[in-house]
């Protein structure tokens, strides 16, 4: 029994042995008991921080390589070109780029990354930037193939701060500007250079230096960047003052030299505050040639010194002088650089400039006062307001002429676009006697203004086209066209050697149903006849009826004699401005 129980106890330590061995097992799993066995489904610890390490670095490569190597494109401000284009990332580039205004678009170049145009730009205009980018082919499937940029940007303008320029004697003529320029021009009556700066500059020398009473005007325009077009020139007015007694004047356009556009303002520089000198008062206008327009418009004054009167519509006609009065007295200078003072005076004229011979060769053509037609060219459209008309006088449409009907060479010889030929003089007389004017060519100041209004009226010619043709060749002919066909024709007589016939053609300038001719004879002998259906061409030469007893060869003293009844028939069929052509 003994025995047994030992053997009973023996196996129950052994038991509790191995229940503790493995409840120590249990609570150490990290136990390298060669039997013990590690769950496979669980993560060590360690590697699951070396891990998310990793995969954190990966990550934060990704995103860096991602912000440094995406293609990205941006336009920023520039200081010397119309924008810069800046590429960001890897791989990109410019495919194109343009500029574009009111109607036009201009190409950009791309110098290093600024955007240049390929013709100068108009300054102080708003223009839009466009751009197209090209990805690298990595990103184009996810971003797309090109980037589209666009941006506004007003080109930069540099405007005159001292229009009026005060100096002594010695010193220069300065002008400033409001930024600095890169390209300046400067015109006066001796230059007209332009000149582009090695360094930008506010201040640009104009003239180096005064004397004594010198007083004039120049035309300077500048732009802040080289791409720009040159803007309108502004005038910068200079005095070297005399003493302070004299106020000196500059009228603009130059009294010596230009001549006032239709629609132009007037300009009135002095040497003093216009306050000091003239107080309120305004000068008056007054036209030279009475019955002309006087000049309708509003007087402002952009400077102290300045007056300036801005026409209200069409005002200053070509052949028109218009006197200005001023309030109290100055000293006009012609407006040159090196030009002094002239007397002093309280009025000065004002010539309107001449106007366009072809654009009134347009309009008389248009009213069937020429054998001409004409045409504007296809897709211009002729204005139908007064002021537009008047843009035309300086500015003419283009377009082509054209002969209505077939005629000799000794008219249509005389024709020539653009030229104040005889043909064309004949034509403004014969409108001047239809709308009531003198026949005074283009001296009338109201030739112009009525034209137009003829033109818009769509006022016809009332009379055909008629021309007299004489042959001095034996026997001596009249032929008397009218709308391109000879409708009469008869002997004529012109004048004897002793006093003869001039060649050449002429408008008829003058008309009597009768009247008496008076002179002397080449023997000495006074005469004083009585003529029928009188129409003078040159001077005292006149195609006219007169009593002979046989016609065709020269027995005049120097007209164009007809047969009474043939002179009766050739009187009511022309008019003022018909031309007469011997030869």
Known sequence: MTDSSSSELSAFSRLRMLGRAVDKANRHPQSTHAHSHKDPSRPHPRALFISLAALGVLVAFGVAFWLLAWPKASFKPSSVALADLQLGGAGGHLVHAYASYSDHEVTLLDHSGSLLPTCPLPVDTEVHV??????????????????????????????????????????????????????????????????????????????????KGQAGTVSISAVPDTWEALPKPAHLVYFATLHKATTMAILSPSVATAAQGVSSPLELTLSKPVAKVFGKKLPSFVPVVKGALVPKGTWSDPTPYTLEFTPSGPQFWPGEQIRMELPDPVSFSAGGAGSGAGSTTTSVVIQGAPGSTLRLQQMLATLGYLPLSWSASPSVVEPSTLSGQASLIEAPLPGSFAWKWSFPTELTSLWAPGQYSVVTKGAVMAFEQVDGLDPDGLANPLLWPSLIQAVLAHKMDPYPYTWIQVSMALPERLWLWSNGKVVLTSLANTGIPQSPTAPGTYPIYERFAFNYMSGYNPNGTYYHDPVHWINYFNGGDAVHGFVRASYGFPQSLGCVELPVPVAAQVFPQVHMGTLVSVY
Do not use: M
């Open 130 to 211: 466009a751009a197209e980018v090209q990805r690298p082919s990595w990103i184009s499937w996810l971003a797309g193939t090109t980037q589209e940029l666009s941006e506004q940007v007003r080109t930069p303008y540099a405007h005159l701060v001292n229009p009026v320029v005060l100096a002594r004697p010695g010193q220069a003529v300065v002008a400033k500007f409001n930024v600095a320029v890169r390209e300046v021009s400067v015109a006066t009556p001796r230059s007209d250079p332009t000149i582009k700066l090695a360094e930008p500059a506010t201040a640009i020398k104009v003239l180096p230096s005064l004397s």
